[in-house]
């Protein structure tokens, strides 16, 4: 296996996890790190020994000898900072939104496309063992026809003057929504609500329908006083709800209920791992792709166009 460096741009609470999970591959070195605050840098070089730090992220872009980069910045740099990683060459991982339009998502794809580079996004749950154990029986039918899928993540959180929960939240809904449906929606419709502040959505309400006629709907929030990760599936012979983050199946099944065995992995690691993959094998499976990343912001787009305007989107 050939060897990588790599650069983590924003090292704050995720990317500390993203600097430590790299620092267990074999192979894989954490050449150098950016964030603003001193103390990040100060905790990446006392604790994994990274041997460059910087407060700008342009200065690990212009490292030659960098392989590839993790984008773990603020929503409004991932694409100046994507579009120079790969305008230098380097392969990218950008935590999610990929972009806060989706046609500057579409040009990111066009230019990894046009360099050979791979462009992945980081859509986390994809490597899920719950979710994934639920969609193989999806597949194999065992829920029937599925009528509903219930997405509930809320939790309580500090007001924040950078984002709303719809551009936050929502691209892990309508990720799962398509993983699990191997679809898009067809029609969105949004109710949202700022409350400790006038601006910013920290609540919100989305219904969309189907190509199969069955509706998916998420309550998002950060204004909720317990943390909820949960997706819950109704179909025509059994239901389940899934703790996302615990890698809980429970199955309800004519009045009884049971717990599928599933196997808890650690979801970072595996989306590193087939980071890393992709990098070193052109023909290796993206299921995170940069496509993908973009089209979960049409559906933010969407989103917002229902919200705008009163009325369901169409897609």
């Known amino acids: 296996m050939p060897r990588f460096e790599i650069g983590v741009l924003g090292v704050g609470y995720w990317g500390r996890k993203i600097v430590e999970e790299y620092s267990g591959i074999q192979n894989v070195k954490v050449k150098a790190v950016s964030d603003l605050a001193e103390k990040n840098l100060v905790h990446c070089k006392e604790r994994y020994g990274i041997p460059h730090l910087t407060h700008d992220y342009r200065d690990v872009l212009a490292m030659d000898s960098i392989d590839a980069v993790h984008i773990c910045l603020p929503n409004a740099l991932h694409y100046p900072a994507c579009k120079e990683a790969l305008e230098r060459g380097k392969h990218v991982l950008v935590e999610k939104p990929i972009t806060l339009s989706s046609s500057d998502g579409k040009e990111l794809v066009k230019l990894a496309e046009e360099k050979n580079l791979t462009l992945s996004v980081g859509h986390i749950y994809r490597f899920n063992n719950a979710l994934a154990e639920v969609k193989r029986l999806w597949s194999e039918n065992f829920f029937g026809k599925v009528f ?14 950078d984002r709303d929960v719809i551009v936050d939240l929502a691209p892990h809904y309508f990720d799962m929504v398509n993983f699990l449906f191997d679809a898009w929606p067809e029609k969105i419709t949004c109710t949202a609500m700022p409350y400790r502040q006038k601006q910013l959505e920290e609540a919100a309400y989305i219904a969309c329908q189907m190509p199969s006629g069955a509706i998916a709907h998420a309550h998002l929030n950060w204004l909720g006083p317990k943390k909820v990760r ?5 179909g025509e012979n059994r239901s389940c709800i899934i703790d ?16 599928l065995g599933v196997q808890r992995n650690n979801t970072i690691r595996d989306e590193l791992l087939h980071f890393i993959k992709s990098i070193g094998d052109p023909s290796a499976e993206t299921r995170n792709s940069g496509s993908i990343g973009v089209k979960t912001v049409e559906m933010i787009e969407r989103t917002k166009e ?7 989107a169409q897609v």
Do not use: D, I, K
């Open 148 to 161: 509903l899928l219930n997405f509930t993540w809320t939790n309580l959180e500090p007001v924040f003057t």
């Open 306 to 312: 229902s919200l705008r305007s009163g009325a369901t």
């Open 244 to 259: 996302a983050v615990g890698q809980v199946v429970t199955v309800y099944e004519s009045g009884y209920t049971y717990q």
């Open 230 to 234: 949960q997706l819950e599936v109704v």
